[in-house]
């Protein structure tokens, strides 16, 4: 094999010991996005099987003299002159390069909306808590006292007695 193919299978296999499965898929939420991750580790599993298997293994050496001994020297020769003047082109990379800046941009998209959820998450906290104490408080709280916490309330229906608009 040759030891590019090597240096890669053993970087797949490596990267995919390093990766927390486990912690990553407790930061999943819905059901939809547990499946899909599930979908996306069994592939990565597949694909880096296949490197294991397929392309770390070394091919059989060529007994030549064997063949010789069967053909014919000339043939066997021939042969042998071709089969080592094979040349496997090199791997060229073209796709990566282009998806690599959406994947840029998706990563910051994503820290950006990772940021936004984080200060929703604690505006919704913080108003959970005045809840909890507004639940607490209510049944010995005093309307000058609500009204202290809700002053555009206060102003409404103080407008709505002036008005004599009871609310019926």
Same mark, same amino acid.
């Given at each position: +094999?040759?030891?590019?193919?090597?240096?890669?299978?053993?970087?797949? $296999?490596?990267?995919?010991?390093?990766?927390?499965?486990?912690?990553?898929?407790?930061?999943?939420?819905?059901?939809?996005? #547990?499946?899909?991750?599930?979908?996306?580790?069994?592939? $990565?599993?597949?694909?880096?099987?296949?490197?294991?298997?397929?392309?770390?293994?070394?091919?059989?050496?060529?007994?030549?003299?064997?063949?010789?001994?069967?053909?014919?020297?000339?043939?066997?020769? +021939?042969?042998?002159? &071709?089969?080592?003047?094979?040349?496997?082109?090199? $791997?060229?990379?073209?796709?990566?390069?282009?998806?690599?800046?959406?994947?840029?941009?998706?990563?910051?998209?994503?820290?950006?909306?990772?940021?936004?959820?984080?200060?929703?998450?604690?505006?919704?906290?913080?108003?959970?808590?005045?809840?909890?104490?507004?639940?607490?408080?209510?049944?010995? +709280?005093?309307?000058?006292?609500?009204?202290?916490? &809700?002053?555009?309330? #206060?102003?409404?229906?103080?407008?709505?007695? #002036?008005?004599?608009?009871?609310?019926?």
């Amino acid at each position: +094999m040759s030891g590019r193919v090597k240096q890669v299978t053993d970087v797949a $296999f490596k990267a995919g010991k390093n990766i927390d499965w486990e912690g990553m898929t407790k930061l999943l939420v819905s059901d939809e996005a #547990r499946r899909e991750f599930a979908n996306l580790r069994r592939a $990565f599993d597949d694909v880096n099987s296949q490197l294991q298997t397929k392309f770390s293994q070394e091919p059989e050496t060529i007994d030549w003299d064997y063949y010789r001994k069967g053909i014919g020297t000339r043939l066997v020769d +021939m042969y042998k002159e &071709h089969y080592e003047s094979i040349e496997i082109p090199k $791997f060229v990379d073209t796709v990566t390069p282009q998806y690599k800046e959406k994947f840029d941009a998706l990563l910051v998209e994503l820290k950006e909306a990772e940021e936004k959820s984080l200060k929703e998450s604690k505006r919704l906290e913080k108003e959970i808590a005045e809840v909890q104490d507004l639940k607490k408080k209510l049944s010995t +709280m005093t309307a000058d006292e609500y009204f202290e916490k &809700h002053p555009e309330l #206060r102003q409404k229906f103080d407008d709505e007695m #002036r008005n004599d608009n009871w609310g019926y």
